[in-house]
């Protein structure tokens, strides 16, 4: 059972905008940056986003981030076939001194 | 460019004693820059944080599996490892090991991020 929950599924059709919500607690997100990881299969995760809403070199801007107190979001515009993958988002937990992980979302594109 | 690549036994029985290793190339471990992590993965399930190294043999680990892990640096080699003890079925997982860096502020986290990770290795527990 993941610290962070997420919803196991999500979809929508090109070029709409999704969002991926991720739910903590006052020991995680509440206190700590939010990243998103995007994961295609057979493939290692890649980091999307970090302290909330910062994007790595490299990452696309049609994905931004946000948190408000213990929730935090990845919001993906402009949605394109490619974009078709499993999102997960982690964080430091103060309680259990780590990283904590929700339990991904599966992105399908219709 | 940072790469890191794990090796492993790949295959391995109940309640022995695998050690995983990661090799980093493009940055030196012992910079005392960056935390190395260990992240694993059962089949079809979500992302499990086993620990993490710093310079010095500073660790810190998942409680869940604290007990039966120890993560190690070897600078002369530019490695780091994972070893995990009485390991069952539920072991069986892709292991990634990655870079973890910070920002801190007066001893405050004030950024943290998990980037690059390697492609990972498959160990299955099986007898």
């Known amino acids: 059972q993941s610290m962070l929950t997420q919803p196991p599924s999500a979809s929508a059709t090109p070029g709409q905008r999704v969002t991926i919500p991720c739910s903590g607690g006052s020991s995680n997100i509440g206190r700590n940056g939010v990243s998103w990881f995007q994961q295609f299969p057979g493939r290692a995760p890649q980091l999307l986003m970090y302290d909330n809403n910062r994007r790595p070199t490299g990452a696309r801007d049609r994905f931004s981030g946000s948190k408000s107190g213990t929730s935090a979001s990845l919001a993906i515009s402009g949605l394109q076939s490619d974009d078709e993958a499993d999102y997960y988002c982690?964080?430091?937990?103060?309680?259990?001194?780590?990283?904590?992980f929700g339990g991904g979302t599966k992105l399908t594109v219709l | 460019q940072v790469q890191l690549q794990e090796s492993g036994p790949g295959l391995v029985t109940p309640s022995e004693t695998p050690t995983l290793t990661c090799t980093v190339s493009g940055d030196a471990i012992n910079s005392g820059h960056y935390y190395w992590t260990w992240i694993r993965q059962s089949a079809g399930k979500g992302l499990e944080w086993i620990g993490r190294v710093y310079l010095g043999g500073v660790t810190n680990y998942n409680p869940s599996l604290k007990s039966r892990v120890t993560i190690s640096l070897d600078t002369s080699k530019n490695q780091f490892s994972l070893k995990l003890t009485s390991v069952t079925a539920a072991d069986t997982a892709v292991y990634y090991c990655?870079?973890?860096?910070?920002?801190?502020?007066?001893?405050?986290?004030?950024?943290?991020?998990?980037?690059?990770w390697g492609q990972g290795t498959l160990v299955t527990v099986s007898s």
């Open positions: 990655a870079r973890q860096g910070e920002v801190t502020l007066g001893g405050v986290v004030e950024m943290n991020w998990i980037d690059p």
């Open positions: 982690a964080t430091w937990d103060d309680s259990v001194n780590g990283w904590v």
